[in-house]
């Protein structure tokens, strides 16, 4: 199912993508400038080149090391195994009702890892073909897939930046890095945002 959600999300990914490209080469390029017939050729036909190439790399990154980056986490990453604290936090989920059906994740012996696994196995399976479960995973999935791009892409710049052909657009300016940061980190909030949300949906529709 998570591939399907996949690919679901392509087109969007391709468009959010290609946005942050093409401001990024305004910057570069200038807004108050008309660009040349040669700036018009380059943006235009790498815009949907390069994020082609993204959406392809993104899919080479394991999601493991996607999972640590968003939410900054060397083990243990995935926030159900934190589900404990996050039920308490939700004002939609009843803390006493989840601790009786659930008594296994609140317990204190059970391991970040344990309640990861209890979550996928026992609340999100059986509810997983349920619009606002998929809905919120889909989402999740979308905005991870969003922030590896923008990585991947800021990765590009700085080895244009340095190895790059110049004669082309020049150094890439400071502004196009800031730019790239400003989509990177708002990515990586809505990918932690959703995630969360994704953990806690499951939650309520079990529940």
Same mark, same amino acid.
């Given at each position: 199912?998570?591939?399907?959600? *996949?690919?679901?999300? *392509?087109?969007?990914?391709?468009?959010?993508?290609?946005?942050?490209? /093409?401001?990024?080469?305004?910057?570069?390029?200038?807004?108050?400038?008309?660009?040349?017939?040669?700036?018009?050729?380059?943006?235009?036909?790498?815009?949907?080149?390069?994020?082609?190439?993204?959406?392809?790399?993104?899919? /080479?990154?394991? #999601?493991?090391?996607? #999972?640590? /980056?968003?939410?900054?986490?060397?083990?243990?990453?995935?926030?159900?195994?934190?589900?404990?604290?996050?039920?308490? *936090?939700?004002?939609?989920?009843?803390?006493?009702?989840?601790?009786? *059906?659930?008594?296994?994740?609140?317990?204190?012996?059970?391991?970040?890892?344990?309640?990861?696994?209890?979550?996928?196995?026992?609340?999100?399976?059986?509810?997983?073909?349920?619009?606002?479960?998929?809905?919120? #995973?889909?989402?999740?999935?979308?905005?991870?897939?969003?922030?590896?791009?923008?990585?991947?892409?800021?990765?590009?710049?700085?080895?244009? #930046?340095?190895?790059?052909?110049?004669?082309?657009?020049?150094?890439?300016?400071?502004?196009?890095?800031?730019?790239?940061?400003?989509?990177?980190?708002?990515?990586?909030?809505?990918?932690?945002?959703?995630?969360?949300?994704?953990?806690?949906?499951?939650?309520?529709?079990?529940?």
């Amino acid at each position: 199912m998570s591939t399907d959600l *996949k690919t679901d999300n *392509k087109k969007t990914i391709f468009s959010i993508l290609v946005s942050g490209i /093409l401001v990024g080469a305004g910057f570069q390029i200038g807004f108050t400038e008309i660009p040349s017939w040669k700036e018009v050729i380059v943006a235009g036909t790498a815009s949907p080149l390069i994020s082609a190439v993204l959406i392809m790399l993104t899919n /080479l990154i394991p #999601h493991d090391i996607k #999972h640590k /980056l968003i939410f900054t986490r060397l083990f243990n990453e995935m926030p159900a195994g934190r589900i404990h604290k996050l039920i308490r *936090k939700d004002p939609r989920l009843d803390v006493i009702q989840a601790q009786t *059906k659930w008594p296994e994740i609140f317990a204190k012996d059970t391991t970040a890892d344990q309640r990861n696994s209890f979550w996928y196995q026992k609340i999100y399976k059986p509810v997983k073909e349920i619009p606002g479960v998929q809905q919120s #995973h889909r989402d999740f999935l979308l905005y991870r897939d969003v922030f590896s791009g923008f990585i991947m892409l800021f990765l590009i710049a700085t080895g244009w #930046h340095w190895f790059g052909d110049r004669t082309l657009i020049g150094p890439i300016l400071p502004s196009v890095f800031y730019i790239l940061g400003i989509f990177t980190f708002l990515s990586l909030l809505a990918a932690r945002f959703t995630g969360k949300r994704f953990v806690i949906n499951a939650v309520a529709a079990a529940q």
